[in-house]
């Protein structure tokens, strides 16, 4: 430590690369906070994302997300674990690019599918057949992950001893 001159660690990275978990683990290896941003939607619209995706829709959930993401920003010395189409709107990520570095934590869909196979309740992957919805957002997105990340982090075949200790090598 420290290459980095900015305070937080920002991960991004599709649905289920495992940015919450990793999150956890970085944030105790460094003494910092953590923060994840869908928890703090789901406190202020006391209900899960995927209740409120229902009721409101994509477009309502964005605009809380964009708000969330502008006070959380502000934070400092925190790894901040994002939702997974947080770089959908480059307003969020300047924002937190304003003090923070962001890594991309970057899966194979077969890798992802693995780790959201039995998961409902996330609203964009329960249509249809799912490692093909994932193979087409992740190409969708992948562009966006790649523009938005200061740092790629492959996570297929790592534990998240070895994508934690990657991140920290970046330090
Ligand atoms: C979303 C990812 C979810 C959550 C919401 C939308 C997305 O977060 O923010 O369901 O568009 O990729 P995770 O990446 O933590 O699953």
Redesign the pocket.
């Known amino acids: 430590m420290n290459k980095m001159n900015k305070s937080n660690i920002v991960l991004i990275g ?3 690369s495992g ?2 978990t990793i999150g956890k683990a970085l944030a105790q290896r460094l003494n910092y906070s953590f923060i994840d941003s ?1 928890v703090l939607i789901e406190d202020r619209i006391k209900m899960p ?1 995927s209740d409120y995706f229902k009721h409101y829709g994509e477009e309502k959930f964005r605009i809380l997300e964009e708000e969330i993401i502008s006070q959380i920003a502000l934070t400092s010395e925190a790894v901040i674990a994002t ?3 947080v770089v959908k709107n480059p307003n969020n990520i300047s924002n937190l690019k304003n003090n923070g570095t962001i890594f991309y934590l970057k899966g194979s869909p077969e890798h992802i599918f693995e780790n959201v196979k039995y998961d409902t309740t ?3 992957l329960n249509t249809g057949n799912k490692l093909e919805t994932i193979k087409s957002l992740l190409k969708e997105r992948s562009p966006l992950y790649e523009s938005a990340s200061d740092m790629i982090i492959d996570i297929d075949h790592k534990s998240i001893e070895e994508i934690v200790v990657s991140i920290l090598d970046c330090m």
């Open positions: 599709f649905m289920g940015k919450s869908d994302i939702g997974g189409g996330r609203p964009l």
